[in-house]
């Protein structure tokens, strides 16, 4: 498999990740990973970080697609992972999610940590409430692009970085993304055509160094349409 680069410098590589593949090796993992085969085209990624992660900057969900950033060197990564930690990172995700949502737009801020009922899952934990501690705050905010019979279409900017955090914070305001097996209602339907969950990291902006000995930097945005699967879902729910 060969991953479509959107950008790349002598600090970054910017690829389109797609569905059904593994940023990195964790646990159990034993299908090939997006650092695996990227490793094979750019061997000299080993020299940024340590495995298995490498210059693995942030990471996708498995069945998520969209813009994936890779660090070339062990100081990119360093520089490059800060922003993320300081939030300096934009990052929007476009999600077709379960049911008509009310309110075109909105902030869902809340406690995330693993479920105690089920240790696959996150969950979202109030203020006061037994068991937060050591939960972490994340905010996301929504906004509806477009509503269909049973589902909507959301524009979805993650103000943090937490596991499974827009899949956890949809599936707790009773609309999961549609497709998604773990966080969705039981027994939940799907739209026609649509095996995954419809999950997809289309824009990103975050700032460069230049590489130089006395960097500068500047800002640079990407951009990732939907793919193809994800389309051809859309065009049935607008038709039907």
Wanted: charge should be positive; charged fraction near 30%; avoid cysteine.
């Amino acid at each position: 498999m060969r991953f479509n680069i959107l950008y790349e410098n002598n600090n970054l590589l910017v690829i389109e990740k797609p569905a059904g593949i593994t940023v990195f090796p964790e646990g159990s993992t034993t299908e090939k990973t997006v650092i695996e085969l990227l490793l094979k085209e750019f061997p000299y990624l080993k020299s940024a970080g340590n495995p298995p992660r490498y210059g693995i900057i942030h990471r996708l969900d498995k069945d998520t697609s969209g813009i994936l950033l890779v660090a070339k060197t062990s100081e990119g990564l360093d520089f490059f992972q800060k922003e993320f930690q300081n939030q300096k990172v934009v990052k929007k995700y476009l999600a077709l999610v379960v049911g008509k949502v009310k309110e075109k737009q909105g902030i869902i801020d809340g406690l995330i940590g693993r479920s105690q009922n089920d240790k696959r899952k996150q969950k979202v934990y109030l203020q006061g409430e037994p068991n937060t501690k050591n939960k972490r705050r994340a905010i996301t905010e929504y906004k509806v692009i477009e509503q269909f019979d049973g589902y909507a279409l959301l524009e979805i900017k993650p103000k943090t970085g937490r596991k499974h955090q827009i899949r956890t914070h949809l599936a707790y305001i009773s609309h999961p993304i549609a497709g998604d097996q773990l966080y969705g209602f039981k027994n939940q339907i799907s739209p026609e055509g649509l095996d995954r969950q419809f999950l997809h990291a289309n824009y990103l902006k975050i700032k460069l160094p230049s590489g130089e000995e006395k960097p500068t930097v500047h800002t640079q945005e990407f951009n990732s349409e939907l793919p193809e699967d994800l389309e051809k879902v859309l065009k049935i729910l607008i038709n039907n």
